[in-house]
């Protein structure tokens, strides 16, 4: 399929790149092939360190997109980590976007760009054209009918359902644990953020202790198929499981078309391959990272007409 010509500008706006957000949100979904990397999406536009969101187009619609962040958590403080979104066949668009990407690195003075990915996908592929190094760092996980919740632990605490999104006392709570949890940035507005809107959790249960929430679960649901994420600060993996098994229960009662939960254990991902196991899960494929230093400018190679370099405000 021929394309057109390609435009990359960089949104320094914030509101600028809200208002963009459900345009690339609906075409992530629908390049994606599983909803896993939707809370690392949700978490990038929610940031206190999100920096420039750079967005390519043809014509007038945009055709894949990064958002980088500075956190110095995954790869350190010499590497920013990005988002990179583009439809899953689109190697040229993608490559294009990493190279974008690493000029921006340049500028800010980091020798760094870092990505996830599988490896068969187009991270992977973008990833060996350019020279990236890879190295495993994580796991994808899936959950089926057949085998979710076998096995219900007995927890300390029961989990209970939380009511989302979270205000109140709840949402106080939810701050106070994900400070405890992720230590860095984490107020109202951004659990809040990160908790709302069209690509957020619709299901959620945690653990208390007295009144401190010591863990919690959500599940993002698209179609036949579920997202799961925890955010834990202290918790045994017999807890963790008993906090997967009860969500896999409520989508077996109240969501019978959902045929597939998937979960992700690694770096910077607040889950337990044990308490995976034990709740049902078993493990699909590898997540990797890359890293691509950016010291000297990148071959000009594969750029052809691929659009106008980014621009700098003002």
Known sequence: MSRGEKSLRVVYDMAEAARTRPALHARMLAWAAEPVDLPAFRARWTGPTQLPVLIAYEGSEPVGWVMLDDDTEHEGPETIMAVVVTAPDDDATHAYLVRSAAEEVRALGRSGLGWLGTPDDVNARVASRLGAAARESGHFWVAEPATWGT?????????????????????????????????????????????????????????????????????????????????????????????AVHLLDELRAGHPQVKRVTTLSGDGWDSSPDALTAAGFRVEGRLLSFRLPVFEPLPEGDRGAEGARPMKPG
């Open 151 to 243: 096995a219900h632990p007995v927890a300390p605490a029961a989990p209970v359902r939380l009511t989302l999104p979270p205000s109140g006392a709840l949402l106080h709570a939810y701050v106070d644990l994900y400070r405890r949890s992720q230590g860095r940035g984490w107020d109202d507005a951004r659990v809040a953020a990160e908790l709302s809107g069209p690509d957020a959790p619709g299901l959620a249960a945690g653990l208390w202790d007295g009144r401190t929430l010591r863990a919690v679960v959500h599940a993002v649901e698209v179609g036949p198929r579920v997202s799961m994420w925890f955010v834990r600060a202290g918790i045994s993996d017999t807890e963790t499981t008993a906090l």
